[in-house]
């Protein structure tokens, strides 16, 4: 994750421009799920799986300093097509949070980048409008080929191993 914070003290602004933020992602979220609703004159058999379904994840990374105050990094996302919420905390700061609004964009089929320009309201130790940029390339492997890398892996590490033990 590429992001940029600027240092200012602007304190009020950047509380302000996170409660916005923080605001309108509400709004999307709670718009989103009242659209999602099912009208309850159809009958069970004529509603399907929704067409497009929100993504979430939640992931915490632990970061251990010696001689230092330790500390988690919890990151939220919700996607739902191409739209991207974030919520992130001692990411950018120590005891400060933010939150991002963006866009996904995905081109490609064999060699798939995706790309998700953002924007974000950070608040607590540092505060500010920040822009983001996420980025990701894969390319497409057959299960076949993950056999054959699994299998080279395995192989490589018993010999490296085993140069290691003598």
């Known amino acids: 994750m590429v992001a940029w914070v600027h240092l200012c003290d602007w304190s009020l602004f950047g509380m302000m421009v996170a409660r916005y933020v923080g605001i309108v992602i509400v709004v999307i979220f709670c718009s989103g799920q009242l659209c999602a609703q099912a009208d309850a004159n159809k009958t ?4 399907g799986p929704p067409a497009n379904p929100w993504e979430f994840n939640l992931s915490v990374s632990g970061y251990y300093v ?13 996607d739902h097509d191409t739209l991207h919420l974030e919520a992130r905390y001692n990411y950018e700061g ?10 996904n964009l995905t081109v490609g089929k064999k060699l798939v980048l995706e790309a998700t320009p953002m924007v974000g309201g950070v608040f607590g130790n540092v505060n500010g409008v920040a822009p983001g940029l996420e980025f990701t ?14 299998q080279n892996l ?3 590490f018993v010999n490296q191993l085993s140069k290691l033990v003598i």
Do not use: C
């Open 94 to 103: 120590l005891r400060t949070g933010s939150l991002w609004v963006g866009y």
């Open 137 to 150: 390339a894969t390319r497409g492997i057959h299960l076949r080929d993950i056999r054959k890398i699994e």
């Open 154 to 156: 395995a192989a490589s």
């Open 44 to 47: 069970s058999a004529t509603i």
């Open 66 to 78: 010696p001689n230092g105050q330790s500390y988690a990094s919890p990151t939220f996302t919700a």
